[in-house]
DNA sequence: CTGAAGTGATAAACCGGTATAGCTCCTGCA
DNA sequence: TGCAGGAGCTATACCGGTTTATCACTTCAG
């Protein structure tokens, strides 16, 4: 027999289907000398559930959503997300819930399918990344009531669920660890200003700089394309009196600063030390060797997971999980300034 | 009301569940006048589909899968997979059928997942990638009977569909492209020899080499990882007689052999020219930017998903076919040999 | 004028599970 | 001895669609 169903198992028991669903799910009504009967039998058979037949009963579909709002082009590149897509689907899989992945163009895109998934019932909550200032996802998502945390970004009061990375200390420790090895032009090459972990990032560096004594800490933004990373990094190294260290809000930003620097001549780290935030092979591939932030986006993601399972089980909790520090790697990119 | 079915709209229109469906579905079985009726009806109370009820009625899920049997770590910088995904999914949302993703450490991982999707009717059909020689995950999807579409590789006699390019002319193109500038020391930093592709490349190679005068033109093989690509540039650039051009076969590997090559002061493209197949941001980013083989991976998805929906639609169908032939990009790393 | 074929619709079965009401014993306690 | 209560199980409704059998009513050919 292809697909042996729940009946077929009943059938061969000599139990009612009902009895068949008890023992399987594991809840009582059926004595343990039967439920071992049954589920022998359904291994014999290699029954799984039909995934479709146990959606429509039981009103829940077992997968859960992310969608990436970033051209497929800027995707490829970054680590991030397979390292957290891996982390996700290894927090889901103990309870073998899938993970649907989507890429769209824009924010708008984005919400169009909350919308489609929540109606068709195609997933049973969502993961939310790069949360902007005043996130038009987040008031969607409570409106369609569909269970969702957000990744990397509070979720705020009464909003939705949220674990998250203390941009602000993993800020401070770069800057500070700058400012100790003697450097106090440090400019930041930030990534697009109205997410909220760029703008806790910038802030961060406002607030630091005179405490530590910088002259100068410009935050310069972009839309953390590897091609304004680099003409960034060009004007700044085009003025006057240039800073000596440079921190960029990723990985791709950083390596392409690097490539501007040795074009024009100024030597890593001898004349300018750089820094990465988020850290990946990329990273490691570079000629020196880029000094980087590295958090455990596949931990991340494993949290996240759980999180929204909680979430999920129970709507009305509201967690807001604080997970471990990022900490600094350092590599060849940075040293003292020269002068 | 919150979620309408179709029952909703049976009620509404005044008629039965069963011409509702008929008229939703266009086909035959209500009037033109009715049909209108009713789909003006569903728009206006924004029905849509309850996936889990459809896929139980029409036994298909509108879901395909895509398996990548490969470590998190080395996944996220190739941004093969990412543009590939984007084109899958390009293909598949004209008919709303959605993408199901995973990543698995290995190959029984990747069979155990077929077999799991298959037996829960996850999936409609999945897309294979990394074909090997002799693929046990062929043999499992026939016995599944699962529709699947190879992608960059020949499903083979009676066997999978595929959407392949051509890895020969490939090669071909790039000893050419090196012969023609004068380069006679060829190498050749080869993935693992078990997948298809790494395979016909080397073929191509060694049978090219006597026509093109070639003197020497080893293929090394390599588990596609930084490290390795780096360790076997070092042994070859360490040879008494180095070869004056190296092809890579992933630009990961490709930019690490960049970086040893600088690392022992062996100028590029003046001592050594560089060539890598699979084109990517990362190629572009490097100085001196890297020469490429480019293929249109995005293109490349997008027609394994109509396949896959032709095998789908028609499970005896066998296709087999060849995209456009990849073209090589020629940047800063290749130059004629200096001696 | 009659019978056959075609059109437009309905009612009901069905897909494969889950959830629930109810039935039959058996046990324990007054 | 009688009865409440629970354990163990069955029968059945239900989830929201699709599919099939059937039927009433036209229309058209013979």
Redesign the interface.
């Known amino acids: 027999m292809a ?1 042996p169903t729940i009946a077929d198992i009943a059938d061969r028991a000599g139990v009612s289907k009902g009895a068949v669903s008890f023992a399987l799910n594991g809840r009582p009504g059926v004595s343990d000398a039967t439920r071992a009967r049954i589920l022998e039998i359904a291994e014999q058979m ?8 146990r ?2 009963g039981a009103s829940r ?1 077992d997968s859960v959503g992310l969608v990436i709002a970033r051209p ?12 957290l ?2 982390g996700l ?1 290894s927090g889901l899989s103990a309870q ?1 819930i ?6 769209v163009e824009d924010t708008v895109a984005e919400i169009e399918v909350y919308r ?1 998934w929540s ?4 997933v049973d909550g969502v993961i939310l990344v790069d949360l902007t200032v005043r996130d038009p996802r987040v008031d969607a998502l409570k409106a369609l009531e569909l269970p969702a945390v957000v990744v990397g970004g509070r979720g705020g009061k009464d909003a939705l669920a949220s674990v998250w990375a203390d941009d602000r200390d993993a800020m401070l420790s770069i800057v500070e660890y700058l400012a100790a090895l003697g450097h106090r032009r440090i400019a930041h090459v930030a990534g697009t200003p109205n997410f909220q972990h760029t703008q806790r990032r910038i802030k961060a560096l406002r607030d630091a700089a005179p405490r530590l004594g910088l002259t100068d800490a410009p935050s310069l933004p972009t839309d953390f394309s ?1 091609a304004e990373g680099a003409a960034t990094t060009r004007k700044l190294l085009s003025q006057s009196v240039r800073p000596t260290a440079i921190i960029y809000d990723s990985d ?1 930003m950083a ?2 600063g690097l ?1 501007v620097a ?2 024009m001549g100024v030597s890593v780290p001898g004349d300018l030390s750089i820094v990465a935030f988020d850290d ?3 990273t ?4 020196p060797a880029l000094t980087a932030l590295s958090r455990d986006t ?1 931990d991340f993601g494993r949290q996240a997971a759980e999180v929204l399972l909680e979430v999920i089980a129970d709507p009305s909790a509201v967690i807001n999980r604080r997970t471990a520090d990022p900490v600094l790697t350092v590599r060849e990119s940075t040293a003292p300034p020269s002068h």
Chains 1, 2 share one sequence.
């Not at 290699?46 to 037949?53: I, K, L, N, V």
């Not at 497929?72 to 390292?83: I, N, Q, S, W, Y």
């Not at 899938?98 to 890429?103: A, E, F, G, V």
């Open positions: 697909r290699s029954w799984r559930p039909h995934s479709a037949a959606a429509l579909v497929a082009r800027t995707l490829g590149v970054e680590p991030f997300f397979a390292h897509f891996s689907q073998s899938s993970l649907q992945l989507l890429i489609r109606s068709e019932h195609r590897d791709v390596v392409a490539g040795m074009e990946s092979i990329l490691q591939l570079m000629h596949f």
